[in-house]
């Protein structure tokens, strides 16, 4: 059993900041990229950021320069640095990670339940 639990979510006025934790835990062998995605009401779910393993991102246009994604392999944890928050960014957040669950096995992407983030005055 693999599970993904978000926190940090909750409301904040525009421009203000917000930092979403997302902690793996179960039977782990090794987590490859970990992300974080989103999904605005009456739209698609959307990628935000992605981190490798070495530390490597890649962001969303709409989030670079505001959104800084970081991990603690130690802990299998990721978390997402949200600055200079717009309505726009609106949306509930899912936690992602491609998790090999032993070394012989495949990954397999698992996905948190999603925190929800309101940017509102």
């Known amino acids: 059993q693999v599970q993904l639990v978000e926190s940090g979510g909750g409301s904040v006025q525009p421009g203000g900041p917000l930092r979403l934790s997302c902690a793996a835990s179960?039977?782990?062998?090794?987590?490859?990229?970990m992300g974080w995605h989103r999904q605005a009401p009456g739209k698609s779910r959307e990628l935000v950021a992605t981190?490798?393993?070495?530390?490597?991102?890649n962001y969303a246009d709409s989030v670079k320069g505001r959104f800084t994604i970081s991990r603690d392999n130690a802990e299998n944890r990721v978390y997402l640095q949200m600055n200079s928050l717009k309505p726009e960014d609106t949306a509930v957040y899912y936690c992602?990670?491609?998790?090999?669950?032993?070394?012989?096995?495949?990954?397999?992407?698992?996905w948190g339940q999603g925190t929800q983030v309101t940017v509102s005055s």
């Open positions: 992602n990670a491609k998790i090999r669950r032993y070394v012989w096995s495949s990954e397999f992407d698992y």
């Open positions: 179960g039977s782990i062998a090794s987590i490859n990229s």
């Open positions: 981190i490798t393993r070495s530390g490597s991102t």
